[in-house]
């Protein structure tokens, strides 16, 4: 999004991709995103003026150049990216490792760990000085589910948006992806928040010629303000 001043996202490891949310996001304003296992997997608060310079002077610390890390020697470990644009040209890192190998002994992790945690930390505190609104769930506007092939469900599609309703909305990947708003959002908040993200399975009830799944695993990704969702008018295609 155009106000993004700090961003920083996750590798799964092993080759996993990673969360469509971020690990934290601040934005210009002052409110702060952060990934969570409750709801839609997002939640916000809101630093006031000082809080957001607090941030600001404790990243003045970090450094933004990639060759100053150490990479972790183990393999199939995650990486973590960092974007930060404090009204200059944006910069960017990525660390190998970052936050899970702890035989890694390098000054700028630790720097880089201590001004992710003071985020953290800052976005958990009461309402006062830093903090204008407590950390709390975020119910996103538009969410994309992705749909993954699946074994036999038996249960139906349980959104007013049909799968099938644009067949060319898909990821880059080329798996077929459906944008809800509205009162669809809120059902699958109630699901996920029941059943848990990855025990989603529906069938779709969509043509066989229309290149959606029948049975179909539901990937939910919360699509956080004016950021662009993982999917758009696209050809399909056969995958990565």
């Given at each position: 999004?155009?106000d ?12 996993a ?7 934290v ?6 409110t ?9 997997g ?5 630093l006031?003026p000082?809080?957001l ?8 610390t ?29 910069e ?31 976005a ?27 074994d ?8 007013t ?10 990821t ?25 993200a ?14 959606i ?28």
């Amino acid at each position: 999004a155009p106000d993004v001043v700090l961003s920083i996202h996750s590798t799964g490891g092993e080759g996993a991709p990673g969360h469509w949310a971020p690990d934290v996001e601040v934005r210009a304003d002052g409110t702060v995103f952060l990934r969570a296992e409750s709801g839609l997997g997002v939640e916000m608060a809101a630093l006031t003026p000082a809080g957001l310079d607090r941030v600001r002077a404790r990243f003045a610390t970090v450094s933004m150049k990639q060759d100053d890390y150490d990479e972790s020697e183990w393999t199939d470990m995650p990486s973590t990216s960092v974007y930060a644009s404090w009204g200059g040209p944006p910069e960017r890192i990525s660390v190998y490792g970052f936050r899970v190998d702890d035989e890694v002994a390098d000054d700028d992790w630790e720097r880089l760990d201590a001004a992710i945690g003071f985020v953290e930390d800052l976005a958990g505190a009461a309402v006062g000085e830093d903090v204008a609104a407590a950390r709390t769930t975020y119910r996103p506007a538009v969410v994309a589910v992705v749909l993954h092939p699946a074994d036999d469900a038996y249960e139906s599609w349980p959104l007013t948006t049909p799968p099938h309703r644009d067949r060319r909305r898909r990821t880059t990947y080329g798996q077929p992806c459906v944008l809800v708003t509205g009162r669809d959002v809120v059902t699958l908040e109630a699901l996920v928040t029941e059943r848990g993200a990855g025990n989603l399975t529906w069938t779709t009830g969509a043509p066989t010629s229309s290149g959606i799944p029948r049975s179909a695993d539901a990937e939910v990704l919360p699509v956080l303000r004016d950021t662009p969702a993982p999917c758009g008018d696209q050809t399909p295609s056969s995958g990565p």
